[in-house]
């Protein structure tokens, strides 16, 4: 019987680790679907999550009472019945540690606020797995009452931590609802077209719908806030007024815009895309005015710094022409980076917080491969303003690519193997180059008329390289206000 017992146990500790490291590998790579059709599916299956997630919290506290009743009072309480009800909870656990995965990849939460939630759940499903194996292979009462208790310790954490979320009504993101709503307002959008340009639905709205709407809509309305109409707006959620006409200060969606990104309450979070500098600007505007939601646009005196963002959805003069298409360059371009970050997370990040340049950096496509980092990195390829390359290979078809940037700002090469010819290439045409390190590379006096035609460059590193002292000498009489790093000026 001992042995049978041993065996069993150990079958399920092989079993339960191979299901918690599955676990974490789903916690640490998965990232949540962005706001699509199958967002809408899993968040309305992870919904569930809330219902069922007391279940396994009223039976652990069930099986500490009989393990407490078992420990004075064995002839009363038999140990198959602890054993077996540990069992039963542990697998009501996994079941709800499933569902609240499932609503993580829904999309409506951050990382940044549900992940010490998941990982002291992920905790919680360890601690318990420890007490069924230990209990069951007969460990000790020692063992079992420190399980029993880190397990009931970690579970008042995680409890704590889930808490704080926001989970709402599942029936109200039943998919066939949510697609409803969004029909419905697609339609009364089409109806509401007077071609008069209303401030709110013209101006503000698109802010919202971009930035917020997401976890803010009819079908999530994250802390019962709705953010889809000029009501839902004034009427708030349960954390407070999201939108108090003439008060900056009371209005919850402008605070939490200024809170740090880091900050677990910041809004929008951190990895969802962040209003630019001119959105919260004319947001924080309208706020102040604190206008009425039929106010239309002729009618009011918008001060001639948001002109920029107005002509960006509205007008008609060459200029709002000009404005619009570069928004609609810039949301194409947003659109790409998105779908790169979620195919190679970390090959390209943003120069500025949620503005269409960005930095490459080589030393970030370990085991990706290359091919098709380079098609997905094509679209971008004129924005990236920053390219890190070192002590790696530059082929031909990498050189074509970086060659295509017009707004490249920053070069560094640093111990690079590519061809002379290559170079000569890379640096053609690169007027708002600033700083460029060719340390270790084929750099030679050939390349000089590439560098001098760069009369904006601040700063040239050229040391081990092929460059001759007459060389550096014509660059520094060429360059004079340029900072020209070798090995004849150290």
Known sequence: ?????????????????????????????????????????????????????????????????????????????????????????????????????????????????????????????????????????????????????????????????????????????????????????????????????????????????????????????????????????????????????????????????????????????????????????????WVTAGLPENQLVRDTMIPEEHALYVNSLIGNSEEAMQAQALKMRKNALMAAYAEIQAQFPGVLVQSIQNDAVFELSSSSMFGYNEEAVREALAPLAESVVRIDWNRRPLDASWIHLFAQSKSLQVLNLTDCDFSADALSVLLAKKNSLKKINLTGTAFSDRHIDHLIENSGIETIVLTDTDLSKSGFSRLISDLPGTQVISNFSL
């Open 1 to 285: 019987m001992f042995k049978k017992r041993v065996k069993l146990v150990s079958r399920m500790a092989i079993f339960m680790t191979l299901l918690l490291f599955a676990l974490f590998v789903l916690i640490r790579f998965l990232d949540p679907f962005q706001d699509d059709y199958w967002s809408v599916i899993f968040d309305f299956i992870g919904s569930f999550h809330p219902v069922i997630l007391h279940l396994p919290i009223g039976l652990w506290f069930g099986v500490l009472a009989l393990f407490v009743l078992h420990f004075f009072q064995r002839e009363r309480v038999q140990e198959s019945l602890v054993f077996g009800s540990a069992l039963v909870t542990l697998v009501f656990a996994i079941f709800t540690f499933a569902a609240g995965f499932v609503l993580y990849l829904g999309g409506g939460y951050g990382s940044g606020s549900i992940a010490f939630h998941m990982y002291s759940s992920l905790a919680f499903l360890t601690a318990l797995i420890a007490f069924v194996i230990g209990f069951g292979g007969g460990f000790g009462s020692l063992y079992c009452t420190l399980t029993a208790i880190t397990t009931s310790a970690i579970l008042l954490i995680s409890g704590h931590a889930g808490g704080v979320i926001t989970h709402g009504e599942p029936l109200d993101r039943a998919p066939w609802r949510v697609f409803a709503a969004r029909q419905a307002k697609a339609e009364a959008l089409a109806l509401g077209k007077t071609g008069e340009g209303h401030v709110f639905a013209d101006l503000v709205m698109p802010i919202l719908n971009e930035k917020c709407i997401a976890c803010h809509g009819t079908e999530r309305a994250k802390g019962r806030l709705q953010m889809d109409s000029y009501i839902d707006l004034i009427k708030g959620g349960s954390k407070g007024l999201a939108y108090v006409p003439g008060d900056l200060s009371a209005s919850l969606m402008i605070t939490r815009m200024h809170l740090p990104l880091e900050h677990s309450e910041r809004m929008p979070p951190a990895e969802r895309p962040q209003l630019d500098a001119g959105e919260l600007a004319f947001l924080e505007w």
